[in-house]
């Protein structure tokens, strides 16, 4: 998992309440355990029209944020059914970090997981970084995981809240496998004890 520390790039406004993981990653796409190539199908109902073109009005389609690395999104964030595909889709389009006043449970933890880090704000905070995502491509935020603060295009900053255990995992690119993986020097010396303990074993 690549590690996260500090993030320079465009946001994306996305100022829709209660984006469930079917808008994000629709069911024709979870045919797949694959984690690449989802990211054509992230927000699909949204950003294609029937007939497969692009819907030029959904902001991902829009030329300043094609290459969008965050979102700032409505409340509840995620919500719905359970899919890991959703932070999948998010991340091979190349969405980074959201940002949100509140995300669903299941969605958040998949977050960490896989790399991206779910921000939660205020209502105040979230829409001064709407505002700031709404200028285009010249207003690109910065988010610091290891200064735990955002900083918009105005210079000003927002300080946000992060369990430490899941920022050491970020910014130490640490999954659950990477976790175990730490611990290995300690699995390698309990094996060999509980071996030399129980030859018949």
């Known amino acids: 998992m690549d590690k996260f520390t500090i993030l320079t790039g465009v946001a994306a406004p996305l100022p829709i309440i209660n ?18 190539g989802l990211g054509t199908g992230l927000f699909a109902e949204m950003r294609y029209n029937e007939d497969g073109s692009e819907n030029p ?10 290459k969008a690395q965050i979102l700032v999104a409505g ?4 919500c719905g059914s359970s899919r890991e595909h959703a932070p999948w889709a998010l991340l ?18 998949n977050c960490f997981k ?5 921000i939660k704000v205020s209502q105040d905070d979230l829409d001064k970084l709407m505002d ?12 610091d995981l ?8 105005d210079g000003g900053a927002i300080a946000f809240d992060l369990d430490e255990f899941r920022r050491h995992c970020l910014l130490n690119g640490l999954d659950d496998i990477g976790l175990t993986m730490e611990k290995a020097p300690a ?15």
Request: glycine fraction near 6%; proline fraction near 6%; aromatic fraction near 12%.
């Open 114 to 118: 896989n790399g991206i880090l779910p």
């Open 57 to 66: 009005d959904f902001v991902l389609n829009k030329p300043a944020y094609r």
């Open 146 to 153: 290891e200064a735990r603060e955002i900083r918009g295009p």
């Open 187 to 201: 699995i390698a010396t309990y094996e060999e004890k509980a071996a030399a303990a129980r030859p018949w074993a």
């Open 75 to 78: 409340d509840n964030f995620g």
């Open 132 to 143: 700031d995502a709404s200028r285009g491509a010249n207003a690109t935020v910065t988010v």
């Open 92 to 109: 091979d389009f190349g969405i980074r970090c959201v940002i949100s006043t509140s995300f669903a449970d299941i969605f958040y933890n």
């Open 19 to 36: 984006v469930d993981t079917d808008m994000i990653i629709p069911k024709d796409y979870l045919k797949t355990i694959k984690r690449t």
